[in-house]
């Protein structure tokens, strides 16, 4: 694309700056549009509106590309670790093997909560949704941690910033115990992230607890995939809710409350139930012709996506991840992964889904996976949200660190009643 583009607005011509990224589509930059022209721009759902620049993740959603930091995610999830990728997309290069050691310490010697924090469950109904006690105790984390809420301080943002990729495993276990009635396990400090996480979530005060390394390595590598992924919904609510200058904490807890939703990070929950629903192999084409049929409202869930037109290419990670965990598992046969791999089948050769391009995304196994592993469907989300917490704490501090922030304030094409008189009670039939 050329260097500037022209718009022609009752009948005068106007040019606009085309500002060019490391790789991916130009970009004309609108923002003087309506100084000079007095017209805004319409984009619902953001189609095509870049919101902010960004150097932490990359999409290239038709060849089924997803880098953070120019890494591949294969290579990140097949040869590195969780902790790895958060020093990586916080701090914006892999660690030296000094800043491994001091970034692992760091994170796991501030995995306990304060202790205050524990009472703050009990104020629940245990068949609260665990993803509505998530959203209220991230956001609690700003009334005990308020020596970390001065945006302005680089420490503090970093304090507070540590801190959520520390205690996310810890609120998220807690709310996990919480939920099925069982005592609270605090952290262990010689357990890996993973480890520790599903210790806290699967141990027992009256047995030993050993946690398989192949369901650690599955664990870590769901975070891994999960961790971010540019500016999608709950990514920009963390950005929108931080740019009136918000504290962390209240930002992420705001994150929370928007990947809660279906068409987001509550797709694993209802891709799950949908299989489970399902049920049998035969039951797939009358399934899939409630899909097509538009009446219905019926989607597949864990299919399609916003920006991947190919196949997601963390669904493909999760997919060979699955069959590890069911060997380590001793799983032989499981129906609902007979159930998943056939609608997969059916969809990828059904022109509904060719033309379009609807492709299994990420959550269409994870759900299998984290069901192995031992968690109920209502904690899936949560499991999302702890591992996407370190990619808002990236996109917020990165946010926070560009001089040209300012506060989000998206416009609107009015179309409501103008202005009219008001009418009194008497008159109004
Ligand atoms: N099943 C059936 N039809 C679908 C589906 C689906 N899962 N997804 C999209 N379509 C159809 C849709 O009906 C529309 O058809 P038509 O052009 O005939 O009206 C067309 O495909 C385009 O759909 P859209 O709703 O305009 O696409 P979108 O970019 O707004 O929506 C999406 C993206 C992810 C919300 C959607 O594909 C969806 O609802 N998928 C199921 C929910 C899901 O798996 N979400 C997880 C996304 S990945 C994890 C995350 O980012 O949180």
Redesign the pocket.
Known sequence: MADTAKLEIAGKEHEFPVLKGTIGPDVVDISKLYAETGAFTFDP?FTSTAACKSTITYIDGDAGVLLYRGYPIEQLATDGDFLETCYLLYYGELPSATQRKKFVHDITHHTMIHEQMVLFFRGFRRDAHPMAVMVAMVGALSAFYHDSTDIGDPRQREIASHRMIAKLPTIAAMTYKYHVGQPFVYPRNNLSYAENFLHMCFAVPCEDYVVNPVLAKAMDRIFTLHAD?EQ?ASTSTVRLAGSSGANPFACIAAGIACLWG????G?NE??LKMLEEIGTVDKIPAFIEK?KD?TSNV????????VYKNYDPRAKILQASAHEVFDALGIKDDPLLDVARELERIALSDPYFID?K?YP???FYSGIILRALGFPTSMFTVLFALARTVGWISQWKEMIEDPSQRIGRPRQLYVGPAERKYKPMSERG
């Open positions: 759902g992924h999608n279906p068409a987001h990070g797709a209802a891709a899909v538009k989607r597949l869930m864990g299919f399609g996506h916003r379009r609807l995304n990420v959550d």
